[in-house]
């Protein structure tokens, strides 16, 4: 044998730690990392476009707010008390108290009209309860929604009128007719000035800033949630290896930004309150706050409840040992009973529908996502149990073979207790007699009907 071949052959170089199977390499990592932060943050806006666009842009849902805030008692009060300031601005309810006073009372007329503007507040208040004058108040803040969308949007028709590039709300009807209540007459009323009832909600010089805004929020509202989804795709595609891990972490994102949702409108709604409300209008100016932003708070439970179904799906396709007992008790149903498992999630998937407790489940397309997810988990984790527990399906299905085996057996052993001891050299019985055997001992009730037919298929075996 040559020198060359005694030589050992060096061992090949054990591979390196990033390019073993199943790991990321560090770019990659960084990478899918940077995919998920920058898509929670982009969810955040995503959120707060969804917000806009679902509130204070859309007419049916600002109508609804609106009849939420008169029936509110705190906001009564603060537009009772606004009202019956903007009567004694405008109508001199002393001189009116004068002409009806006797002359020898006519000078008690001032005093009396002070007196009577903390009674008249209440009357007011007690009058915006009822549902005619309520229906006053949604509609003049309807027609001041209508025309501030009208104007954000760039839009011109009839009845739009921006006050010389100003959008107000006019109250001046519902002023009146409170009047009318109050007892002052018509021709006092008719004497209010053109504004008396106007609150002025933008200016001209901030219609162009708005504009431009809403007709960004007005695309970012769709396109954002759809980036949203194809970066949560792509960094679930580059971390091959530790996707469920990369799903676990998009999850927990999901729920921090629904959290920060609903911190972000808490702090905004104390800093409007405190910067832009007077002292006494802030409890009902916190009011109305609730009130519009009813929608970002529901986006933002929402938001969490989805992010901790993905935390728990995830979770549930993990290496623990709570986790893989769940999936072996559900392997012999999800591996072999296919139909059975597709039914339960059809009929879940429709209980969530007709619980609609999100908005995604008030819409076609909501439902319609959350039932296609709904099936890709479920696919998922079938596609697990079938890798993981591969024999579960084989012990389900002969599980009743086995049973009905050992039933048989039961019944061939009882019968063959009744059975009277033959000679060793006695010949076997043929079927007939055995099944006569075997129907006598079924009248007398030593064997059951089951196990009689059990027992008939062996005799015929």
Known sequence: MSEQSTVATPPAAAPSASAAPGKLTRGRRVGVWSLVILASIIGFLSILTTFVNRQLLDNTSWNKASAQVIQDPQVRSAVATQLVNQLYNNVNVASQLQ?????????????????????????????????????????????????????LENKTGHGIDTGNGNVTLDVSQLLTELGLELGIPQSALDNLPANAGTITIMSSDQLSYAQQGIRAVRVLSVWLLVLVFLLWGLAIYLARGERRKTLLHIGWGIVIVGLLELVARRVIGNYVINSLAQPQYRTPTHHVWLIVTEILGQIGWAVVLYG?????????????????????????????????TWGIVAFVWLLLILWGGTHALRTWSGILIIGALL???????????????????TDAHHTLTSRMAAGAGSAAHRVSAHKPQSAPAA???????????????????AISAEEYEQAKKLALS
């Open 99 to 151: 002409t009806r006073l006797p002359k020898n009372l006519q000078q008690l007329a001032a005093p009396a009209a002070g007196a009577l503007r903390e009674p008249a507040t209440k009357a007011v208040e007690y009058l915006l309860a009822q549902p005619r004058f309520q229906q006053l108040f949604v509609q003049a803040s309807t027609v001041a929604h209508q025309q501030l969308v009208d104007v």
């Open 308 to 340: 901790l179904l993905v935390v728990i799906g995830s979770g549930l396709a993990g290496p623990s040992r709570i986790a893989t007992a769940i999936r072996r008790e559900a392997a012999p149903i999800l591996n072999v009973r296919a139909g059975l």
């Open 375 to 393: 099936a890709a988990g479920v696919y998922v984790l079938r596609k697990q149990t079938l890798e993981e527990f591969p024999e579960a399906g």
């Open 427 to 445: 010949a076997a019985k043929s079927p007939s007699e055995e099944l006569a055997r075997l129907v006598d001992l079924r009248d007398k009730g």
